[in-house]
């Protein structure tokens, strides 16, 4: 089994990579396309960003199943909020699953027909997504100082 010190150095690492990536989609390309009409900005950007964010996203949930388990969260305690580290726990499963949501509605509805008609819809997801991200990032600081 994995030390903790290395599931939280993965889990910072992975989340580096997917809040990063989205951060940079947000502020960097995001403006550009919605500027110019131009999806293939964005279609370009995903295209190049799938194969290191999906991975990051795999590893987060990995590391963190593993790192809940270490604090005693376990799968029967995940959603009842009973104390500080599982709320948590719970609160970051909760985004992760709005998270996947949304990305499934994209992947299915929207990226497939993406262009400058729906540019603006692809623009929410965008920053749902992020702001998803950055809320994981704040809740999952909460672990250095006892949870919530």
């Known amino acids: 089994m994995m030390s903790h010190?290395?599931?939280l150095i993965l889990h910072?690492?992975?989340a580096a990579i997917w809040v990063g990536?989205?951060?940079l989609l947000?502020?960097?390309y995001l403006p550009q396309a919605l500027r110019d009409r131009d999806s293939s900005i964005i279609s370009k950007y995903e295209k190049k960003f799938e194969p290191i964010g999906l991975p990051a996203l795999l590893i987060l949930l990995l590391t963190g199943v593993?790192?809940?388990y270490k604090y005693g969260v376990t799968m029967h305690s995940w959603f009842s909020f009973s104390n500080p580290i599982e709320r948590v726990v719970s609160i970051k499963l909760t985004l992760l699953l709005l998270t996947v949501v949304l990305a499934v509605h994209a992947r299915l509805f929207i990226?497939?027909?993406l262009s400058s008609k729906n540019l603006n819809e692809m623009a929410i997801?965008?920053?749902l997504i992020t702001l998803i991200g950055l809320s994981m990032l704040v809740v999952g600081s909460s672990m250095r100082f006892g949870g919530i």
């Open 21 to 23: 990536g989205h951060l």
């Open 111 to 113: 990226i497939p027909k």
């Open 125 to 127: 997801h965008i920053v």
């Open 5 to 7: 010190h290395l599931l």
């Open 66 to 68: 593993f790192m809940a």
């Open 26 to 28: 947000l502020c960097r």
């Open 12 to 14: 910072l690492v992975a």
